[in-house]
């Protein structure tokens, strides 16, 4: 019997929601697999926590984790009583950065029985490779002169170190799909970073030269995203223009409800953190919407991440069969609520 140590984080709003509702399928995963076990531990871990105690996890937070496999994550942020860059910089980017989980991998597909807001797309497949540390993402600047005159800078990073991990990353990643890398770009416009960046992406395709690739400045790019999704396999990209392509990549799903993602740490030294795009959602928190399945797809890559592969696709045909019968949240246009949909992904792998 495999076992499995998982940290849970339900965090803030729609975590709460969603990631219960994947800990159910992960409950059926195991049933149904009969030769895994996964041990949940959960950590109250978000804004309500930080306004009773001053912090959004104890001092040991990190140390507590480190014990773990993995780290499933719901979302963090509550903007109405904590402010989001010391919510998200307490929480979710300081466990990116503090465990090295450089790379953030994050697919987007058309779902059988899923009506993407573009017309009459073709079968599109593709999964943006975000850098994942450092770019515009840093801490480094700051502010001068309070009042009229104030100055905020604030500097983006590109190491060659980050940069060609992420992209050899993306061409790894071609290589066992259908072997074509784009690079998402700005050296128009952005004087330094950008044409450092395109610079990289050329010495690093040198190595592979099995695989085809092209390079897109940001904006255009994110107009293919909605005119032709089915041109892109994997997508290479900095920490900021990933965060944009990604909630992006949801939409032209169907909704960022359903978009999936991985924090993956590559040195082994500590745990990898999975955990959907979208956040919160305050704006429905409570209703007992909220879509689970960019939570349950999320809990797919972590099934793969740990080598259970069969069991992965077996739990990613469920979720297409489950969207293929109708059963569907709002946001994509049905009426079940989040258990639902949980429910019915759980009696597909058991009837499997
Ligand atoms: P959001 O992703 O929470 O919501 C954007 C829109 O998408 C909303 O209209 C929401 O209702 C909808 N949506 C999101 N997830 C959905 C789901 N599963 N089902 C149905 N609809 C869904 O983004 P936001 O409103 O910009 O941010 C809200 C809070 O979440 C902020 O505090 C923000 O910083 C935080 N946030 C956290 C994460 C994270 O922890 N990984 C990611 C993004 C945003
Ligand atoms: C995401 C989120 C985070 C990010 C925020 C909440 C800091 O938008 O995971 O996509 O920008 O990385
Ligand atoms: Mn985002």
């Known amino acids: 019997m495999k076992k499995f140590e998982i940290a849970v984080i339900p965090g803030d709003g729609i975590g709460q929601e969603v990631v219960p509702a994947a800990?159910?399928?992960?409950?059926?995963?195991?049933?149904?697999?009969?030769?895994?076990?996964?041990?949940?531990?959960?950590?109250?871990?978000?804004c309500d926590y930080y306004l009773k105690n001053g912090k959004m996890m104890p001092d040991d937070g990190l140390q507590i984790l480190q014990g773990f496999e993995a780290i499933f994550l719901g979302a963090v942020g509550n903007p109405a009583v904590v402010p989001d860059h010391v919510s998200l910089w307490g929480l979710?980017?300081?466990?990116?950065?503090?465990?090295?989980?450089?790379?953030?991998?994050?697919?987007?597909?058309?779902?059988?029985?899923?009506?993407?807001?573009?017309?009459?797309?073709?079968?599109?497949?593709?999964i943006v490779v975000r850098e994942n540390s450092?770019?515009?993402?840093?801490?480094?600047?700051?502010?001068?002169?309070?009042?009229?005159?104030?100055?905020?800078?604030?500097?983006a990073i590109f190491s060659r170190k980050g940069t060609e991990r992420a992209m050899r990353y993306a061409f790894e990643l071609a290589r066992k799909r259908r072997g074509h890398v784009t690079s998402a770009t700005k050296s128009n416009g952005i004087f330094h970073s950008m044409p450092f960046w395109d610079e990289v992406f050329k010495q690093v395709k040198g190595d592979y030269p099995d695989v085809e690739t092209a390079s897109y400045h940001i904006d255009a790019l994110a107009a293919f995203f909605v005119t032709r999704p089915h041109i892109f396999d994997v997508i290479v990209a900095s920490n900021l223009f990933g965060d944009i392509l990604t909630d992006l990549g949801g939409a032209v799903m169907g909704s960022i409800g359903i978009a999936p993602a991985a924090n993956i740490n590559l040195n082994?030294?500590?745990?990898?953190?999975?955990?959907?795009?979208?956040?919160?959602?305050?704006?429905?928190?409570?209703?007992?919407?909220?879509?689970?399945?960019?939570?349950?797809?999320?809990?797919?890559?972590?099934?793969s991440h740990f080598g259970?592969?069969?069991?992965?696709?077996?739990?990613?045909?469920a979720i297409e069969e489950v969207t293929a019968d109708?059963?569907?949240?709002?946001?994509?246009g049905g009426s079940a609520s989040t258990r639902e949909v949980s429910d019915a992904i759980c009696s597909r792998l058991k009837a499997l």
């Open 92 to 126: 979710l980017i300081k466990i990116r950065r503090e465990f090295e989980q450089v790379i953030n991998i994050r697919p987007a597909k058309l779902m059988r029985g899923l009506q993407s807001p573009l017309a009459n797309p073709k079968d599109f497949d593709m």
């Open 268 to 303: 082994g030294k500590y745990p990898s953190m999975f955990e959907p795009v979208h956040g919160s959602a305050p704006d429905i928190f409570g209703k007992g919407i909220a879509n689970p399945l960019g939570q349950i797809w999320t809990a797919q890559m972590m099934l």
């Open 134 to 155: 450092e770019g515009e993402y840093s801490e480094i600047g700051g502010r001068i002169h309070r009042g009229e005159d104030e100055l905020a800078i604030q500097n």
């Open 23 to 46: 800990l159910d399928v992960l409950r059926t995963i195991a049933e149904v697999h009969g030769g895994l076990k996964f041990e949940f531990a959960e950590f109250p871990w978000n």
């Open 326 to 332: 109708g059963v569907k949240t709002p946001d994509i």
């Open 308 to 317: 259970e592969d069969e069991i992965a696709q077996k739990l990613l045909d």
